[in-house]
């Protein structure tokens, strides 16, 4: 079974700027969760979406957004990018809810906001 | 807030030797606590995972002890070999659902040296 996928790898954007990060889930996972990564804060929770809907979402400002499309894709948006925004994004699909049920990662996207 | 104290940092441990990472949490309310590894370049990945109802789970050279009381938890690496030196992460969450998916604790360095 092939794993979580997400697209691109790395990212550079300006300030200022709007990004689109891509989630394949594992086939047969309904559950995807966004999180993000930085050496200050570690792994904090973004939100998940469970078939097509958003069920929570973790404290970050409105201009991360996300959606999940009806084949468990999905993709995380934000928009008026800040130099703070630069982390290592890491998308997360299991087969149930994320709260007891194993979360499979992919490699995430490495956004560097200049 | 940080719901999830991890300790030590990073930790240098002898190849053979028992590699020990603590974790502390503060809500009650956590019922699931897993652990992940998480080589340079790569997600995180499921190592090992317990619930409250039991002290102690062992799946090969990785174990872990629970406290609930005390509400902490530990990860015991037995044997510890080089391919071990990875970042882990403990983390917890309620199984009935809340806004913040898995909560995680900031990550151990650990070095297995030859």
């Known amino acids: 079974k092939a794993g979580v996928t997400q697209t691109p790898r790395y990212l550079i954007k300006t300030r200022g700027q709007q990004v689109t990060l891509s989630c394949s889930p594992i086939s047969g996972h309904r559950s995807v969760s966004w999180y993000q990564q930085t050496p200050g804060q570690g792994l904090q929770f973004l939100f998940e979406?469970?078939?097509?809907?958003?069920?929570n979402k973790g404290n970050f400002p409105g201009r991360f957004s996300g959606r999940q499309f009806s084949n468990s894709r999905s993709e995380m948006n934000v928009s008026t990018l800040e130099l703070g925004d630069s982390a290592l994004y890491l998308c997360?699909?299991?087969?149930?809810?994320?709260?007891?049920?194993?979360?499979?990662f992919g490699n995430g996207t490495r956004l560097t906001v200049t | 807030q940080q719901q999830v104290k991890q300790s030590p940092q990073s930790l240098i441990v002898q190849k053979g030797g028992i590699s020990i990472i603590n974790c502390a949490y503060e809500?009650?309310?956590?019922?699931?606590f897993p652990w992940y590894q998480q080589f340079p370049g790569k997600g995180p990945a499921l190592l090992i995972a317990?619930?409250?109802?039991?002290s102690e789970k062992k799946e090969g050279r990785f174990t872990i002890s629970f406290n609930k009381s005390a509400k902490q938890f530990s990860l015991h690496i037995m044997d510890s070999q080089p391919g071990d030196s990875a970042t882990y992460f403990c983390a917890a969450s309620e199984t009935g659902g809340g806004a913040d998916g898995l909560t995680f604790g900031k990550g151990t360095h650990l070095i297995i040296q030859p």
């Open positions: 809500n009650t309310a956590f019922d699931y």
């Open positions: 979406y469970f078939s097509e809907t958003q069920r």
């Open positions: 997360a699909s299991s087969f149930r809810s994320s709260y007891n049920s194993p979360l499979h």
């Open positions: 317990i619930r409250p109802d039991v």
